[in-house]
């Protein structure tokens, strides 16, 4: 039986990989490393380990909203990921935990 995981990856829209926004490198990076499909959903508020809170109701200088980007598939397929994506950030936060897929039509 195959193990499947779900790898979330949250960041801040601001946050760059050399000249791209990060976000995009990873989605490109998950696609070219064969990962069966990636969300990309973008917060309204958020704060994380310093506090200051990116709000889309607050117009400030802080920065940009958060992002959350998650990816399911097999757990072979999606640690090479991981490995990659941590070399790509400077900050945010990597969770990956197991998960019983329950539907997929069409598959």
Known sequence: MTSTVLLRIFLNEDDRFGKRALVDAIVDEARLGGIA???VLKAI???AGKGALHSARV?????G???A???VDEES???PLVARVRGMMTGGLITVEGVAVVSRPGR
Not at 59 to 63: E, I, K, M
């Open 45 to 47: 508020e958020g704060f």
């Open 77 to 79: 397929r999606v640690a």
């Open 37 to 39: 499909g990636a969300t």
């Open 65 to 67: 909203l958060p992002i």
């Open 59 to 63: 117009v400030d200088a802080l920065g």
């Open 69 to 71: 980007i998650e990816i």
